[in-house]
């Protein structure tokens, strides 16, 4: 949950004169999202999301996340549409921060997802790897195999206090993961975050896709193996082997995997646990003092990790080659 | 901020299929209020507020608290008006909490009153005075005079942490309080919170009032000394004599102050100033670990407690009797 900048009613109402949306009725600071401070708004014209930037995002990534919103959102994928102010610009300044307006989506996160949710899941990261396929611009994925070590070595001194061994079991995965990490498969834009609360459902339907603040250029398959780990594991950090193949299944009805993808999803889903256990531990470890932001278990991720060191093909995750 | 309670997306439904408001579309934990976890709610019917009451908040004045909201609106205030399940109650349980859905109100809180924001306030005040006077039920002001000195007893041994003679400053004001308290002042229900965040505005106009959970039965000049403290004071803590002014005169055009009202309302801004200093303070030193809610600077009230005492008559606040 965080708002981190309090905006006053007459800036914002300053700002919004800029944009075609009528006058300001109401806003609320929303308890969603990690990285930035969110508000909802209403105004004559309907309600809209206004996110203002915090430090933690890199300024010049902005052009990058707003224009892939408003790509995939040409492309009928169902995100938030920045939307415009007079200049034709789809970024502007608010309380000292950078700040953007985007269209509201209506729908729910799931706390329990179901197989037929990993399956719609499935479908809408197949949707965004297609349409983005000829988006222009270009970023780098900070937290691909070059970006772990480095949060190995913030975290490795104090890793072992949250778990003896810790620290030697993340630098043999990450010896084993340099030494191994895929080079030749298909890349594009990924999500690179969709975890379930970003992923909207209305119904029986998968509404919307939120959150595009990780997105960057890598190995589509890594997207795949990112949602394994934030869908497909139960309460009790076992496999649900029904979700994994309805998620497979559902990516592979729009996009086909190649055999050398899906010969890679067990190393790629160990990296993709291996990242996010470091950072997990990183924002663990590094908690400042009065943050109102409770760090995520790294544990959870380590768990993970160690399902799918032991995973022998991509038939243990429910499908076959 | 807060939002203590996570409430998922399938109970949500199920609570909601209670009332006759269609189905849920969408909702969002909003960062505003600290006692209770708020949800800004949206269905096919429109927008709400839906509120879990969580254990700092005694459930036996949620009757009293909800009760008081429909009377107000019934009456003309723009108050978050209750909404009723299909069997005629207001209050239902989620997520293992009482809770309540209440109207949306439309408006943005202001960060910086000016003159006009403290005449309208003061207006509104005396509003819900006039309107809360026929209200049947009864609630105790536990915050009220023989309420501070636990409170005391709570934060003495560490309250000179904070600042040295702190301990000695309050045990000599509550002694005073305590001996000179008036009794014989007009009562009726107060809002006692009326800070400007539960104050709504919507270009010239004053749009609504939230946050009835401190409501109670005391005197009312003493809701209007709370509310000095809280909108007439400047950033560096001066009080500004132009709002003051403003707030008394927008209050008594409504309501005239008696002789002994006026009389009394030095003493009753020392009250009120001390009763926030204190729960402040206790709020203060007993932040749990972990807390997502940052306290409010105690010693803010402690500059304006030394402000009240100083004056000699209400002519200092601006009017005359």
Redo the contacts between chains.
Sequence with gaps: ???YT?V???E?ADFLSNYDVG??????????GVENSNY?V?TRRG?FILTLYEKRVDRDDLPFFIGLMEHLAQRGINCPQPVKNRDGEALGMLAGRPAALVT?????????PAAWHCAAVGEALARVHIAGADFPLVRKNALSVAGWRPLYERARSRADALQPGLCACIAAELDHLEGHWPRDLPTGVIHADLFPDNV????DQLSGLIDFYFACNDMLAYDLAICLNAWCFEPDHAFNVTKGRAMLQGYRRLRPLEAAELEALPLLCRGAALRFLLTRLVDWLEVPP?A???PKDPLEYLRKLRFHQRVKAVRDYGITV
């Excluded at 509201?104 to 329990?112: I, P, T």
């Excluded at 909207?200 to 119904?203: D, H, S």
């Design positions: 949950m965080a708002v309090d006053q009613a007459e914002l006058p300001l009725l109401s806003y609320k600071g929303i308890a969603e909802l209403h309600y509201f989506l209506e729908g729910m996160w799931v706390r329990r909207f459902f209305l119904g009065g109102l932001v409770r």
